[in-house]
């Protein structure tokens, strides 16, 4: 059966559901009282490893969306404070954040920032770029300034250092998660899938991305990369989950040998096992994914199969969702 996310040894968490110019002068609208931004968390990866662009190699990646869980920020200029007040305390990226976007919307003053999210941390669904992305909006709509997603991205990680492609939403993009731009837009939407999500070490504590040095690939494996980002392309025009699927399996495979998942060889077989088209992975945490094509006969037996082999294997639940296409929500 599935559940809601839990992180180690807390409650369970409901599951809901360019470059600046500094030249131009930003596109002002009238201030706003508070200021308000939401952004969705990911799921992982279908695609993350190093690709080259003009004779240069940039890290970049493809996200999963997962908009059941989501951060929420407001904020409230104050013209008394040089800083930002953030709460909580501890969101010391999205007060960074909110201070860089201050500065390159004109403004020298601080203020008061609050999040609220039910992201869980540490465990790949990408809670700081949340905090982080809604922060931006939410400064930047208190300052009446609009910002392109690609604005946001860049100032993302200025404010973070590396940031996944959570503010593109449920457009497929290669994104240079160190870099701050978009290597490629695929042009579309992912094609229809259906993923069962768990954590495959619910009793970790989790990876601290930033603390976790980037992995170091082979020669072998760019080229890889390279062909797989073809394939990807190919799979968003044709809609093909399939396609996908077999994409994720292989970066999947390839990023195992520089963060392991607990039992990962038994993953791979079960996919094969339950007639799924492959497995991603949060190349930064233990979350992963069984992926479906929908159009699938016999998918709800699938599924149980899946639930039960994942409980076996790693003691915890799962969580279904959809991405691309008809959204059905989250199984319960």
Known sequence: MTSPIATPNTTAVGLADSTWLTIKKPDLR??????????????????????EVNGKLHRALISVPFGHLISEARFECDENLKTVVVEPRNCVKAQAAA????????????????LSSNVPA??????????VVATIEATADRCGVDLSTEEV??????AEIASDGSMFGNRAVLFAQRDGFVLEYFGGQYPHLYI??????????????????????TVKEIKSFQMLRALMRRAIEDRSAALLGRVASCS????????????????????EAVGAVGIQVAHSGPIAGIIFDPATAELGERVFETNARVAELYGTQTWC????????????
């Not at 201070?99 to 609050?114: S, W």
């Not at 990876?207 to 690939?217: I, S």
């Not at 999947?252 to 996919?271: C, G, S, T, Y």
């Not at 969702?321 to 319960?332: A, T």
């Open 30 to 51: 009238d201030w706003k009282a508070v200021g308000h931004g939401v952004c969705s968390a990911h799921h992982g990866e279908i695609l993350q490893g190093m690709f």
């Open 99 to 114: 201070e860089l976007t201050l500065r390159k919307c004109g403004r020298k003053h601080g203020g008061y920032l609050t």
């Open 122 to 131: 540490r465990i790949g669904l990408g809670s700081s770029t949340a905090d």
């Open 153 to 158: 991205a860049e100032f993302a990680v200025a």
């Open 196 to 217: 069962v999500g768990f954590n495959t070490d619910p009793n970790g504590w989790g990876v601290d991305t930033l603390a976790f040095p980037p992995a170091t690939y």
């Open 252 to 271: 999947a495979r390839i990023n195992n040998d520089h963060l392991k998942k607990k039992h990962f060889e038994e993953l791979e077989r079960l996919v």
């Open 321 to 332: 969702f959809e991405v691309g296409g008809r959204r059905r929500g989250l199984s319960k």
